[in-house]
C-alpha cells in the first residue's frame, strides 16, 4: 500500500540514520552497484557545481543571479534516479541539481550559467532557464509553480500518446502556495495522469517559513484534497527519495494517476545571491550541515558493500576534475554574437514539427 | 450580418472548391473538425466545450464525432489549464485551448505570457510550443466590463506571440487551420458578434497565411485599417460616405503580430490619409503602433492630414446598452470620423 500523510510518522528531519529501519532500502536491491555509484557521483556533480558558481560569483565573474542546492542534493538525484530519458521532469529557479540529476552535462551547463554561446540555451536563457527537452528535461522555471502545470501536460501527452513513461514535478514549499499548484493537482487528479509532483520543501520560500505561510504541518496534508497519496519523506536520503518515486510510478503506470511527494530538506546556502540569512539562526544551518546528504549515502553504501570508502574518494575526484574540466569549457567558451539576437524567438518555418 | 466579401474587389482569394454559406461559428468548428480528423496529435481543451457545446457553441457536435478524450471538458482552471496545454504541446501534442471569454485568460497570463511565448527563446531555440489559445473578445452582447474586453493589444506586446483576430467565417476558417499549423503558440480572437456572420466557406481545408492583411476595399481617399467586427463595420461606413463621394479603401488587419506593415504603407501611400479604427481602448493599443510605424516609415511623407486613430472609450465595458455602445466605434463614428479625415488637410 502506498503510505499517505496520515500514516507516516516521522518527517526526515526528526529521524536520524540510526533510527531507520535495518532492511536495506528498495533502491538498493532495484539498482545495480554501478548505478549507485554514478547516483552518488552525481550528487558530487551537483555540490561541486554549485560551489564552482557560488566560487565565479565571489569572484566577481557572473552576471545575474544564482539559486544554490547545496544540502539538496539526495532529493533531485533520489528522485531522478528510476527515471529513463524518456521520463520527463520540469523544475524550478533552483535547477541545477535537478538537471544533473537528469543527466545534464555540467560543461554545457555552467557555460549556460556564465551565459555563453555553448550553453544549453545558447545564453538565452540562463541559470534559471537551463533546458535538455531532448533528455526529457522540460526545464527549470523562472515562475514560482511555473512548471507544474507544465508537467501536467507533459503528463496528458504520455497518457494520450499511451506510452509507458511519467513527468515527474519538482517544486517548492513556496509554489505549494500558488494557484497554479491547487489547478494543477486537481486536473492531474481527475484525468488520472502519470505525474509525480514532488515538493521540495526547504523550510523557507525566500526568507518566509513555513511556519508563518503553510496553513497545514506538511505540504503532503494537502493530498488529500485533491484523492492522491501525500508521502513525506526524508529529502536527505536518497533512497528514501528513490523508493517514493518507484512507488509513484508504479502507480502511476497502473492508471491511478497521480502521487505528492514531500521531500522534507533544507537548502544551506542562502535564497540568491542577495541573501543575508536574517531569517534563520547559524544553528539551525549547523544542525542541517550535520545531516549531509551526501555523507549519508556515501555511509550507506559502504555498509551494504555497495561501494569501498575508496571508491567513494575516486568518484569524489572525478567529480572534481569533471566540474573544474566544466568550467574551463565555459572560460574557453564565445559569448553569444549580438547580431544573432532574434535567433530563436520563433520556429523557422523550414523547421516546422 | 453577412461576410463582406460581396463588397470586395475580389481582394480576399476565394479557394476554388465547393463553396457553402457557413456562419463563423460553424466555419470554426469545421476547421477543428478537419485538424481533429487529420491529425491525431491535436486535441480542444476548455470550460464547457464538450456536452454544453462551448459557450457559443463553437464545438458542438465534435464531442459526439472526438469523444472526450479529444474533446475535453477542463474544471474551472484557466491557469492549469494553459500549463497543461504548453505541456503538452512540449511533449508532441496539438493542443487547442479555449478560453471561454478573453477576460479570463487573463487569469492564464502566467502560463501565456511568461512560459508559452518565451519557452522556446529561453531554451536556446531547442523547441518548440505549438499551442493554440482561442477566445471571444469583444462588446455588444450585454455582457458588462468582465465580459467584453478587447485586450488583444496587451498579447500583441508580447514577443514570441503570434495574435490573430478574423473578421469573416472564410478566413476564421482558413487562419484557424493556419495557426494550426504554426509551430508557436497562436493567440486566437473571435469577436463574439461575428459568430453568426455567415459568409463563403470552402469545404476543403485550406490556410489563410498568418501575418498578412487583406486589401478588402479599395479606395483612394482614406485608408482604414481595422479586424475582427471593426472590418464590417468600416465596410458599412466607407459604403455610407461611397455615396457622398468619398472613396475609402479598407484593411483587415488579420493578425496583430506579426503587423504587416507592407500592406499599409502601401495603401497610405496610395491614399495619404490614414485611420486605425479598434475596439479596444484608445490608449496604447493597436492603433497606436499602426500609427507609429506610419510615422516613422516612408509613407510619412505622403500623409496629407494627421493620423487619426478612433479606439475604444476609456472606460471599463458599461452594461447599459445605449452606454455599451457608446464606449466602443459604431458605424456611424467611423463614416463621421472618416468623412472629417478626407477632408482636412495637414
Same mark, same amino acid.
Given at each position: 500500500m502506498t503510505p499517505t500523510a496520515q500514516d507516516?510518522?516521522? *518527517?526526515?528531519?526528526? /529521524? *536520524?540514520?540510526?533510527? &531507520?529501519?535495518a532492511n536495506p532500502p528498495r533502491a538498493f536491491s532495484v539498482f545495480s552497484a554501478a548505478e549507485l555509484q554514478t547516483a552518488l557521483k552525481k550528487m558530487y556533480l551537483i555540490r561541486r557545481f554549485e560551489e564552482a558558481a557560488e566560487d565565479a560569483y565571489q569572484r566577481g565573474l557572473t552576471y545575474g543571479t544564482m539559486h544554490l542546492s547545496i544540502g539538496q542534493e539526495a532529493s533531485a538525484v533520489g528522485a531522478c534516479?528510476?527515471?529513463? =530519458?524518456?521520463d520527463y521532469i520540469t523544475s524550478t529557479h533552483r535547477g541545477h541539481g535537478h538537471c544533473i540529476a537528469k543527466g545534464a552535462d555540467p560543461a554545457r551547463m555552467f557555460a549556460e550559467f556564465s551565459g555563453k554561446e555553448t550553453g544549453y540555451c545558447h545564453g538565452r536563457g540562463g541559470s534559471m532557464h537551463i533546458a535538455d527537452v531532448e533528455n526529457g528535461n522540460l526545464g527549470a522555471n523562472?515562475?514560482?509553480?511555473?512548471?507544474i502545470p507544465i508537467a501536467v501536460g507533459a503528463a496528458l501527452a504520455i497518457k494520450k500518446r499511451g506510452l509507458p513513461n511519467v513527468a515527474l514535478c519538482f517544486f517548492g514549499d513556496g509554489a505549494a502556495n500558488e494557484g497554479a499548484f491547487h489547478e494543477a493537482l486537481n486536473i492531474a487528479s481527475i484525468w488520472k495522469l502519470p505525474v509525480i509532483f514532488v515538493c521540495e520543501?526547504? #523550510?523557507?520560500?525566500m526568507s518566509t517559513s513555513i511556519e508563518r505561510?503553510?496553513?497545514? #504541518?506538511?505540504? /503532503?496534508? $494537502?493530498?488529500v484534497a485533491y484523492s492522491m497519496p501525500g508521502v513525506i519523506v526524508d529529502g536527505n536520503s536518497l533512497t528514501d527519495m528513490a523508493d517514493a518515486v518507484m512507488a509513484a510510478i508504479e502507480r502511476a503506470r497502473a492508471g491511478l494517476g497521480p502521487t505528492l511527494i514531500e521531500s522534507k530538506t533544507y537548502r544551506? &546556502? @542562502?535564497?540568491?545571491?542577495?541573501? $543575508?540569512?536574517?531569517? $534563520?539562526t547559524k544553528e539551525e544551518i549547523e544542525s542541517w550541515v550535520a545531516r549531509d546528504p551526501i555523507d549519508r549515502f556515501e555511509v550507506e553504501l559502504i555498509a551494504h558493500g555497495l561501494a569501498t570508502a575508496a571508491e567513494c574518494l575516486a568518484i569524489r575526484e572525478a567529480a572534481e576534475a569533471e566540474i573544474a574540466a566544466a568550467v574551463k569549457f565555459s572560460n574557453d567558451s564565445p559569448l553569444p554574437? !549580438? !547580431?544573432? +539576437?532574434? $535567433?530563436?524567438?520563433h520556429t523557422p518555418a523550414e523547421a516546422k514539427p | 450580418m453577412t461576410a463582406p466579401l460581396s463588397a470586395t474587389t475580389g481582394a480576399l482569394p476565394i479557394e476554388p472548391g465547393a463553396s457553402r454559406e457557413l456562419s463563423f461559428a460553424e466555419a470554426l468548428r469545421e476547421a477543428m473538425g478537419q485538424a481533429l480528423e487529420a491529425d491525431d496529435r491535436v486535441f480542444l481543451m476548455g470550460e464547457d466545450i464538450a456536452i454544453y457545446g462551448g459557450a457559443f457553441q463553437v464545438t458542438l457536435g465534435l464531442l459526439e464525432r472526438f469523444g472526450h478524450d479529444r474533446v475535453m471538458d477542463t474544471p474551472i482552471s484557466e491557469l492549469g489549464s494553459a500549463g497543461v496545454a504548453v505541456g503538452a504541446a512540449l511533449a508532441g501534442m496539438r493542443p487547442i485551448l479555449e478560453f471561454?471569454?478573453?477576460?479570463?485568460a487573463t487569469l492564464a497570463m502566467e502560463q501565456i505570457v511568461n512560459q508559452a511565448a518565451k519557452i522556446r527563446y529561453m531554451f536556446g531555440? #531547442?523547441?518548440?510550443?505549438?499551442v493554440v489559445f482561442r477566445a471571444p473578445t469583444g462588446s455588444?452582447?450585454? @455582457?458588462?466590463a468582465q465580459h467584453s474586453q478587447s485586450l488583444e493589444a496587451w498579447y500583441a506586446h508580447v514577443p514570441g506571440l503570434k495574435v490573430v483576430q478574423p473578421s469573416n467565417p472564410h478566413d476564421a476558417k482558413g487562419l484557424l487551420l493556419a495557426a494550426l499549423d504554426d509551430p508557436d503558440p497562436v493567440m486566437f480572437f473571435e469577436h463574439k458578434?461575428?459568430?453568426?456572420m455567415k459568409g463563403p466557406v470552402p469545404e476543403a481545408p485550406y490556410r489563410v497565411p498568418i501575418g498578412k492583411a487583406a486589401v478588402v476595399r479599395q479606395g483612394t481617399q482614406v485608408t482604414i485599417v481595422a479586424s475582427a467586427i471593426m472590418v464590417s463595420r468600416s465596410l458599412e461606413a466607407a459604403a455610407i460616405l461611397a455615396e457622398k463621394g468619398i472613396d475609402v479603401e479598407v484593411i483587415d488587419? &488579420?493578425?496583430?503580430?506579426?503587423?504587416?506593415?507592407e500592406t499599409i504603407i502601401a495603401s497610405v501611400k496610395k491614399t495619404t490619409r490614414l485611420m486605425c479604427v479598434y475596439?479596444?481602448? #484608445?490608449?496604447?493599443g493597436i492603433g497606436a503602433e499602426i500609427a507609429a510605424m506610419i510615422a516613422e516609415s516612408e509613407a510619412f511623407d505622403y500623409l496629407d492630414a494627421p493620423i487619426l486613430r478612433l479606439g475604444g !472609450?476609456?472606460? =471599463? +465595458? *458599461?452594461?447599459?446598452p445605449v452606454l455599451e455602445k457608446a464606449a466602443v466605434p459604431q458605424v456611424a463614428d467611423i463614416a463621421a470620423a472618416a468623412e472629417r479625415l478626407a477632408n482636412k488637410r495637414v
Open positions: 507516516v510518522s516521522a *518527517p526526515g528531519e526528526a /529521524a *536520524p540514520p540510526s533510527d &531507520r529501519p534516479l528510476p527515471l529513463g =530519458p524518456s523562472g515562475i514560482v509553480a511555473g512548471g520543501n526547504n #523550510k523557507y520560500a505561510a503553510l496553513s497545514v #504541518k506538511n505540504v /503532503a496534508d $494537502r493530498a544551506i &546556502r @542562502g535564497h540568491s545571491r542577495s541573501d $543575508r540569512n536574517r531569517y $534563520r554574437d !549580438a !547580431a544573432d +539576437i532574434l $535567433r530563436g524567438v | 471561454q471569454f478573453q477576460d479570463f531555440g #531547442k523547441c518548440s510550443v505549438p455588444g452582447t450585454g @455582457g458588462a458578434l461575428l459568430y453568426k488587419l &488579420r493578425t496583430l503580430r506579426p503587423l504587416d506593415t475596439e479596444g481602448a #484608445k490608449t496604447l !472609450a476609456e472606460v =471599463p +465595458i *458599461p452594461y447599459s
